[in-house]
């Protein structure tokens, strides 16, 4: 079994593979209308948000989890921060502003994982949680079997893959974030929107199959929830 849990029973690795298909699939729609939205192909868009649900619970990777099964608190931030290095890196964004700049479906990817419990913390609270240093190679190995559909998509995968096997260092990303949700132009929200809808879908599908499979006799939608 992983050394990295996404939670009770399943390998973290194994859920962001989960996710990442489901995604792909049932996404494909809300791709389509994104690309549409900020004028980009529609297999970039897919890619995007493919890349988004692979990522979403990179944090849970860090050392600071190393005895974590069910409660990983302030995941978010540091998948947010891996997320910003990856896009950063390769010139896609360079900051987290959402109301800075132009709209853009990578500020909106951003965004989704910074809030895809629906619920975000304090700022000052998550100061302690920037950074990510991976104590297993299960964010790796997940990157690793991405088929991306585009040359975007496989620029994501490279670049993440290099990351993930080293240190993310302290961002500010997730705190930008919640700063500025209050000036999101309404396309954007609704591009956030959009994706949380069919990731956290599919997150929850994913988990409850899984977990309940390693746990039978424990109500399928209490294993699922036991990932915050």
Known sequence: MSDCQAGPGEPLGDHLLGVADCVSKRGVAVAKKLARVFK??????????????????????????????????????????????????????????LGRGEDSLAKAVVAAVALHHYVHKEPNKATVADGLTPRCLDVAEAFKQWRPRTPLGEALKSKALEIAA????????????????????TRLRYAVMAILGVLNRCDYEVAKARRAAEHPGTPADILARSRV
Request: with cysteine; charged share 25%.
């Open 40 to 97: 980009i192909g529609e297999d970039e868009a897919l890619d995007l948000i493919t890349f988004a649900a692979l990522a979403h619970d990179a944090g849970k990777a860090d050392v600071s989890y190393e005895k974590a099964i069910d409660r990983f608190p302030l995941h978010e931030v540091k998948s947010t921060a891996f997320v910003k290095r990856v896009f950063q890196e390769l010139r896609i964004i360079d900051n987290c502003d």
């Open 166 to 185: 080293g240190n993310v260092g302290p961002n500010t990303c997730y705190r930008d974030v919640v700063n500025t949700l209050h000036s999101v132009s």
